[in-house]
């Protein structure tokens, strides 16, 4: 067998969960699912995604046929309109394009594989993100050098923007920059304005990750906000926008890699570039999802509601951490609690150090990923108190023994 020298792959979180489903104890919970989760402990699904995918099955004029390699112009298009604003200088201007990529990395696939080509001069990428991304290994295994950087501050508890600004100071010329859970970061105007100088100085060449527009704070608009930014700078860049999240088609995962060029002249040359990697790649993206997708953002009314889930869970994200932070306070548990309401989305850091996630772990059947970041739409009514009470004796049993 061509594979039988190979040596075995590296674990990953996965095997959290099958640790988790084999486990027999009667209050084992499972915190780090990668879904956001009803209060009833299964996958979030919008509200108008049901009724989309019935009217599209019913729908006699669809005829099936291969999508032509680009992809769907309608999704492609829905997709920036929902990025920049359909009145956004870009997309008036024609410099915004993109191509309907496939799965969670399928856009970093595809502009992995552009850069390694057409930026020969440097091949560093950084990748810089709240936590440990999958994409390093994407660039890892096109023979990119990659650096990684974790914006969390485990001492202080806290998301340090300054870290961003000090990896840029250090940063070669011409290297990428992966940005991804930036609007997590929270710089100034100021700070926003040093960044970009910098990177412009630097010829850094900027990769942006948007992958729950609007599943952060509830505000689609807010949580893409930044990248206007970067337009008004003048800059190119490529953002892998995946769009499967935040309606809740996690097994139908498609999204655009965006491309924002200086003159729709070099856009076109880009996409006809890309084009040429897609076909040697999937050659042409499956349609469900992205049909989904783009009949809920072509029509007002349904925009209108997937919007209105968007907000629901947010403010039950919200609401659900605002209890475990009531809950650790009433319960005494030393420390402070406030970094749990001060980061934004669904999963964020419980801010444990690695022999409280271990005594979770192996002492309360309470599965949470190494780093302490979970997964908060797990926590519900059922297991809030458990929960709770298993981390301030985790938190306890830690400082005894310390002592």
């Known amino acids: 067998m061509p594979g039988s020298g190979s040596p075995g792959a590296q674990k990953l979180e996965g095997s959290l969960l099958k640790t988790y489903k084999q486990d027999d104890h009667p209050n084992k919970t499972f915190l780090a699912y990668k879904a956001c989760m009803t209060s009833q402990g299964q996958p979030w699904v919008s509200s108008v995604v049901h009724k989309t995918r019935m009217q599209i099955a019913q729908d006699p004029s669809l005829t099936y046929e291969y999508t032509p ?6 999704f492609i298009q829905a997709s920036l309109n929902l990025l920049f604003g359909k009145d956004s200088q870009v997309i008036m201007e024609n ?3 993109g191509v309907h990529t496939v799965g969670d990395s399928g856009a970093f696939q595809l502009g992995a594989q552009f850069l390694k080509t057409w930026r020969r001069d440097s091949q560093i990428v950084y990748i810089i993100s709240s936590q440990k991304e999958p994409h390093g290994l994407v660039f890892q295994d096109m023979g990119f050098t990659v650096y ?3 914006f969390w501050d485990s001492a202080r508890l806290c998301l340090d923007p300054s870290m ?11 290297c990428i920059f992966v940005i991804g859970n930036i609007g997590n970061c929270k710089l100034t105007e100021g700070q926003w304005t040093q960044l970009m100088v910098l990177m412009k100085s630097k010829q850094i060449f900027p990769f942006f990750d948007i992958p729950y527009q609007g599943l952060a704070t509830g505000d689609l608009e807010e949580d893409a906000r930044f990248l206007q930014y970067f337009v008004s700078r003048g800059f190119e860049f490529f953002c892998s926008q995946y769009l499967s999240k935040n309606f809740g088609i996690y097994d139908e995962g498609v999204g655009i890699l965006v491309v924002v060029a200086l003159s729709n002249e070099l856009l076109l040359c880009v996409l006809s570039q890309l084009m040429d990697f897609v076909r040697a790649l999937w050659l042409n993206p499956p349609t469900t999802g992205a049909r989904i997708i783009t009949s809920v953002l072509c029509n007002p009314a349904m925009q209108g509601e997937w919007k209105q889930s968007l907000k629901g869970v947010v403010e039950n994200v919200m609401m659900t951490k605002e209890k475990v932070k009531e809950k650790l306070r009433l319960l005494g548990t030393p420390g402070s609690w406030d970094h749990i309401t001060e980061q934004k989305g669904s999963h964020s850091y419980l801010g444990l150090n690695p022999q409280q996630v271990d005594y979770l772990v192996k002492k309360k059947h309470i599965y949470i990923p190494k780093n302490g970041r979970i997964n908060f739409t797990c926590i519900n009514s059922y297991n809030i108190d458990y929960i709770t009470e298993s ?7 830690t400082k005894d023994s310390e002592k």
């Open 69 to 74: 390699v680009m992809g769907m112009k309608s």
């Open 148 to 150: 990684e950087h974790i």
């Open 164 to 174: 961003l600004l000090d990896v840029v100071e250090q940063a070669p010329h011409g």
């Open 95 to 97: 410099r915004a394009g």
């Open 391 to 397: 981390i301030t004796e985790a938190v306890l049993f």
